[in-house]
């Protein structure tokens, strides 16, 4: 069975930081380039980022950029999103995702809030 499993969300000060791990199961997990997304209530989910197959490539959305870090290491199947300078707008449900066989796979998603 296919599947990705976020963790590492919670509540920061703005600020701080935090680093989200996603650890893909069920596939090859080092054929695949991984994404980042988020989404906040009653917005459209958004790329935060996204690394190719052995780090090739990454992008990142104008807003994380210079805050934001994206990795992967495939010896645990986990990628990874560090957070660096959280800000109350970061405060959203965060997802890792890949197209896996065709068809895309979704994290069931981890909160992440930005408050004091």
């Known amino acids: 069975q296919v599947q990705l499993v976020e963790s590492g969300g919670g509540l920061v000060q703005p600020g701080g930081s935090l680093r989200l791990s996603c650890v893909g199961s069920?596939?090859?997990?080092?054929?695949?380039?991984m994404s980042w997304y988020r989404q906040v209530s009653g917005k459209e989910r958004e790329l935060v980022a996204h690394?190719?197959?052995?780090?090739?490539?990454?992008n990142y959305a104008d807003s994380v950029k210079g805050r934001f870090i994206i990795s992967r290491d495939d010896f645990k199947n986990t990628v990874y999103l560090q957070m660096d300078s959280l800000k109350p707008e970061d405060t959203a449900v965060y997802y890792c995702?890949?197209?896996?066989?065709?068809?895309?796979?979704w994290g069931q998603g981890i909160l992440v809030t930005v408050s004091s």
């Open positions: 995702k890949s197209d896996v066989y065709g068809r895309e796979v």
């Open positions: 690394i190719g197959v052995r780090s090739s490539n990454t």
């Open positions: 069920g596939f090859t997990f080092s054929y695949y380039a």
